[in-house]
């Protein structure tokens, strides 16, 4: 029986309505699983990019392993290591790759490519040992942060000449006493009344040492910087609390204190030099001389630096068993140096060109700076000075696969003790990314770690 073409036109109507449906349902059906396959990418993205970072942190954390091994089985200990005895710039842990932030000996704050080192804390001045007027050297310094700095640290609460003590905290907002003892970490001079953020760190938002594009825009982005095409990198830069070194020789045996019993001291001289230079010796320095340093001694004893040597590692001023905050020589930059007593900018420098002369063997004493300075110079500087390094910094910057999971990661190892000992760590990740443009251009897909948070 023919239909209608009432019917027919109602059958045909359904019959699109029933293909509408079923396109609608196979459009929600293609869009689930569009979404579902997005979600899953997301989550695997994701995954993997926690894996990167874990990765990082991993092969940061190994650095300070590598690191420990390597100062602990040094053939000589206290000697800080040249660049040639490690490897410091792009080594593969695993799918990782890791790069030790260090800092130019020359000191060259125009740099815009990272120096790949260990950084020498005993390079630095102690905040918890340096005067008030050494202080006052660093560029940036304020005598009132300087005094502020000495009375934070200080047992008593009387503040001193543009100092602060409890009262001026108590009269802030967020009120607090003064501490009156010594710093635990450089960044606790935040507290110290006088000390700003541009103080502190300077146009170093990321703490590389370098001058990266954002510290020289002016204040296009962050940091605030003078667009000079030097970074001013704060007096962070220039200041630990960890510097230390035990006073006794390589091997752990007592030291001869050469202002007390001079027996000892003849006999170490005949043993190391025999009997004739042990006299002269003896006779040069005559029987009632004070010495402040070793330094001295060698100066008044009319020893040469040979001879000097091989009883520089026996001889001591103090019957200390610690000796804080002690400049390595060898590895301080004119900065430091010029912050030193009797030294300024000229002296610093005259010392660093002639540092740069000497193998590493006669860095590894003191007697040089005799040759680089004045004798009323020397004798000035010699109580601060050392050529020992017991305290290490390894700051460690590592990506996972792929270039992906930055990390970052600043530690300072000891080794003062019996025992390498990790006494300080912090995770510089939120820093943003440090090791410069051409490892952002070897990393694959790491634009995303270019810009600080």
């Not at 146009?203 to 003078?226: F, I």
Request: charged share 20%; aromatic share 6%.
């Amino acid at each position: 029986m023919s239909r209608n073409p009432s019917q027919l036109a109602r059958a045909r109507s359904d019959r699109a309505s029933v293909l509408i449906i079923v396109l609608w349902v196979s459009l929600t059906l293609v869009t689930l699983t569009l979404l579902f396959g997005q979600s899953v990418m997301l989550s695997y993205r994701a995954c993997d990019n926690a894996l990167a970072r874990e990765q990082a942190l991993q092969a940061a954390d190994g650095a300070v392993r590598y690191v420990t091994n390597l100062l602990a089985n040094a053939d000589e200990p206290g000697v800080f290591p040249s660049t040639d005895q490690y490897e410091a710039e792009d080594l593969p842990v695993g799918e990782a790759r890791l790069w030790l932030i260090g800092r130019d000996p020359e000191e060259t704050l125009n740099e815009t490519t990272p120096y790949f080192g260990l950084v020498d804390e005993a390079s630095k001045l102690n905040l918890n040992t340096a005067t008030a007027e050494m202080l006052e050297k660093l560029p940036g310094m304020t005598p009132e942060l300087a005094a502020a700095i000495v009375d934070w640290r200080d047992e008593d609460d009387e503040p001193s000449p543009d100092g602060a003590e409890s009262q001026a905290y108590e009269l802030g907002d967020n009120a607090y006493t003064c501490k009156n003892g010594p710093f635990e970490s450089v960044e606790e001079l935040a507290l110290v009344q006088g000390c700003t953020w541009e103080i502190l760190y300077g146009e170093d938002a990321n703490r590389n040492g370098v001058l990266d594009p954002n510290e020289n825009d002016g204040d296009a982005s962050w940091p605030p910087d003078d667009r000079d095409g030097v970074l001013d990198p704060g007096i962070i830069e220039y200041l630990t609390v960890w510097s230390r070194e035990p006073n006794t020789q390589s091997d752990g045996s007592p030291r001869i204190n050469v202002n007390g019993n001079r027996s000892q001291l003849v006999q170490l001289l005949t043993e190391k030099l025999g009997e004739s230079k042990a006299n002269q010796a003896v006779q040069q320095i005559g029987n009632n001389t004070q010495f402040r340093s070793a330094l001295e001694f060698f100066i008044r004893s009319g020893l040469d630096p040979e001879d000097f040597a091989q009883i520089e590692d026996a001889i001591t001023v103090t019957n200390a068993s610690q000796l804080e905050g002690l400049v390595n020589v060898a590895t301080a930059s004119e900065t430091v140096l010029a912050c030193l007593p009797g030294m300024d900018e000229a002296k610093a420098s005259q010392l660093v060109a002639h540092r740069s002369s000497l193998s590493e063997d006669q860095l590894n004493s003191v007697a040089w700076v005799a040759e680089a300075l004045d004798a009323q110079d020397a004798v000035a500087i010699g109580p601060w000075i050392t050529a020992r390094s017991y305290q290490i910094s390894v700051d460690a910057a590592a990506v996972g696969r792929n270039g992906r999971g930055y990390a970052r990661v600043l530690t300072v190892v000891d080794l003062s003790g019996e025992t390498p000992e990790i006494v300080y760590r912090k995770d510089l990740s939120a820093l943003g990314w440090a090791l410069g443009q051409a490892v952002l251009d070897q990393t694959a897909g790491s634009t995303a770690f270019a810009a600080a948070p």
